[in-house]
């Protein structure tokens, strides 16, 4: 399941679900278009974990969640807690990111 999030709520998200994946973003960043449909894959693929795109600008609140001083920033979060985060324009980073949250 991936949603866009339309609102700067996502600390409510974090609190309601057990794990949450993140891609912080933005519409000018040419990484995160490229990494926007590997994350996409990713999400299809992890179907019981919600995975979230947050546009960094637009969502100041939401992006203090995680340390997002570079983008595509990727956070995992796990019982409202962020467990993990990486800035990375490589799949198989990414990728290890969700299999960390998958076995917690």
């Not at 995160?32 to 546009?55: G, H, Q, T, W």
Request: charged share 25%.
């Amino acid at each position: 399941m991936i949603k866009e999030l339309e609102q700067d709520n996502l600390a409510e998200i974090v609190a309601n679900n057990p794990k949450v994946i993140v891609q912080y973003s933005a519409s000018w960043c040419g990484n995160c278009r490229i990494m926007k449909p590997k994350f996409k894959k990713l999400a299809s693929e992890n179907e019981e974990i919600p995975f979230y795109l947050v546009d960094a600008e637009k969502f100041p609140e939401s992006r203090k969640l995680a340390t997002v001083d570079n983008l595509p920033t990727f956070a995992s979060f796990h019982q409202g807690n962020k467990v993990n985060q990486v800035q990375t324009n490589k799949f198989e980073v990414l990728q290890d990111l969700v299999n960390d949250v998958l076995k917690n």
